[in-house]
């Protein structure tokens, strides 16, 4: 399992050919999830830990797996082995401490070679401009959930707002209050204006900012 994490590489997450090199380093990728989730890629056990490689939340969002599902359990294997090259590369084999040395896994035969790799295989998903109204649809709500990190399902509940309020730095305590959205306000440069809702040039404040990330 994965708990820990360095800073992120800010190599672009890569994809493999069908080349043997490339073939050799997925085969260990499947020794660890093997180890790690009996080889459930979509594997959700609500332990903290997701996908088959088990990511904690913290180091999935770290290594840029939230550009492509909010967990890993909804991301596809070869997404999910893409980020796990990320972890490997800062952290090695023990990341997973366990079932990284019992699957063999090492830098060298966990990364792939720059000649097999297809950068054009996985792609962040492209995202549709908000129309900055300042109104909290479900659109505007589905992108907030992809900032933050959580199930994009268009609906703003005490879940969104704990990751809401995570992502700002503040108590994850569901209650969207003044103390929430001024530090909200801060992050992502709106006015601090003591609203205690999301109003609607909060509401436009974070639309802009979400166009731009």
């Not at 079932?99 to 054009?120: D, E, Q, W, Y």
């Not at 704990?162 to 801060?186: E, F, M, P």
């Amino acid at each position: 399992m994965i708990g820990f994490f360095l800073a992120a590489s800010a190599t672009a997450v890569t994809a493999v050919s069908v080349s043997p090199p490339a073939q050799a380093a997925a085969s260990v990728w499947e020794r660890v999830a093997a180890c790690e989730s009996g080889g459930r890629w979509a594997v959700n056990t609500g332990n903290g830990y997701n996908g088959g490689l088990q990511f904690s939340a913290s180091t999935w969002r770290a290594f840029g797996g939230t550009r492509y599902a909010p967990t890993a359990s909804r991301a596809s294997k070869s997404v999910q082995i893409g980020i796990a090259r990320r972890v490997l590369a800062a952290q090695g084999p023990g990341a997973w401490p366990v079932c990284g040395p019992r699957a063999g896994l090492t830098r060298a035969n966990g990364a792939v070679r720059a000649a097999a790799v297809s950068r054009s295989a996985v792609r962040a998903p492209v995202r549709a401009r908000l129309v900055v109204d300042g109104r909290l649809g479900p659109r505007t709500i589905r992108q907030i959930q992809r900032w933050v990190g959580t199930a994009q399902n268009g609906v703003f509940g005490p879940a969104t707002v704990k990751a809401l309020q995570r992502r700002v730095g503040v108590r994850a305590d569901g209650v969207l209050g003044s103390g929430t959205i001024r530090a909200l306000q801060i992050r992502i440069n709106a006015r601090r204006d003591g609203a205690r809702r999301l109003n609607p040039a909060t509401v436009a404040a974070l639309q802009r900012y979400l166009n731009r990330h």
